[in-house]
């Protein structure tokens, strides 16, 4: 259930975006590991794998965007009501974003390499 003060609004979807980011990251990483794997052992990505890995570059920097502006509505509106509220999670999902962005971005380039060995 979603809390009623703002304050609180602010931290149930900051924990949500935090999760959300953190499953991303995971999965980027585990195509990145499929997509080395593929490469080292000559097997051919299906498409749609790597359609999906193309895909998940946006959602980085959709990821990366939101959470630039949440940084900027904590700045805005949530650090004048002086409550403890913390917006460390977004500015971990603004780190980590890019990085596991360009991690998928490798695997998709090493996926669409390895259709073109087999």
């Given amino acids: 259930m979603m809390p009623k003060t703002q304050p609180e609004r602010f931290q149930f979807v900051e924990k949500i ?24 052992v000559v097997f051919v990505v299906p498409a749609a794998i790597t359609a999906v890995t193309g895909m998940l570059i946006y959602v980085h920097g959709a990821n990366f965007l939101f959470g630039f502006l949440r940084v900027i509505k904590f700045l805005v509106s949530i650090m004048k009501l002086k409550r403890n509220v913390s917006i460390g999670r977004s500015l971990f999902a603004m780190v980590v974003s890019p990085v596991a962005g360009f991690a998928v971005y490798i695997a998709f380039f090493i996926m669409a390499l390895t259709g073109c060995a087999a």
Avoid: D, P
């Avoid at 980027?28 to 080395?36: F, K, P, Q, R, V």
């Fill in 17 to 40: 975006f935090f999760r959300f980011v953190l499953a991303v990251t995971v999965l980027s990483a585990l195509l990145c590991l499929l997509a080395y794997v593929a490469s080292q």
